[in-house]
């Protein structure tokens, strides 16, 4: 089950209470919180795994093509062709776009290193083949991508999350699910150690944290009533 900004900010916010009602939690600290330590749990994971899981990645359909030409210079060569903005893109990391094609997933855009890119349009083979690169928060198409919209459908990995296109804060975080537990415990002991609070999990009455003390009670009422 996933959380979303809303849910981590109601259980951030009733632990709170238990030390105080008096405390006012903005709620733009509970985002910039999920948002900092999400990146460094990213940012970790390609430490250890060189990779970073799909289940970061979001799924955005509202990528505006822009149709009209633009040119630029990068590192001495001039870029010209169509761009779709994905600002807040997780920077750093080899392959922030897995997809970007049409709403129906069928038609896919190759993304390319810049020289390959550059390259691309030097054969009248493949020319006419729309392919793209990522240049700091652009996708960069050599020739209009072949859409009857304005807009294309992308996986990406955003490190602002929150601000990607359609996204609330009802949403779910995007985070794999096996993780969404420690980044709401790690969120919630920031906090509320910014209030001057230690964030104590043994005591933590939370629905998780009484699921997980009912499943680790379980094996020792089984072994007292095997005993009997």
Do not use: W
Request: charge should be negative; charged fraction near 25%.
């Amino acid at each position: 089950m996933g959380k979303s900004i809303n849910n981590i900010s109601d259980s951030v916010r009733l632990a709170l209470h238990k030390y105080s009602d008096d405390i006012k939690l903005p709620k733009s600290l509970v985002k910039d919180k999920i948002r900092d330590i999400r990146a460094a749990i990213i940012r970790d994971e390609i430490e250890s795994r060189k990779s970073v899981s799909t289940g970061f990645y979001q799924l955005v359909s509202c990528l505006k093509i822009e149709k009209r030409k633009t040119e630029c210079v990068l590192h001495g060569a001039v870029l010209s062709g169509y761009k779709v903005n994905v600002t807040g893109i997780f920077k750093g990391i080899r392959d922030p776009v897995l997809f970007i094609g049409s709403h129906n997933l069928n038609q896919r855009y190759d993304i390319l290193e810049l020289v390959p890119f550059l390259s691309h349009g030097n054969s009248a083979h493949t020319s006419k083949i729309p392919v793209c690169t990522l240049i700091e928060e652009d996708v960069l198409f050599n020739t209009l991508p072949m859409t009857a919209g304005e807009y294309l459908t992308g996986l990406i990995l955003f490190e602002d999350f929150d601000a990607a296109c359609g996204f609330s804060d009802e949403d779910d975080i995007p985070v794999p699910r096996t993780i969404i537990y420690k980044l709401e415990m790690l969120v919630k002991k920031d906090i509320l150690a910014s209030y001057g609070y230690l964030y104590d999990p043994l005591n933590d009455n939370s629905e998780e944290q009484m699921k997980s003390k009912a499943q680790s009670q379980q094996p020792q009422t089984q072994r007292e009533n095997d005993g009997k």
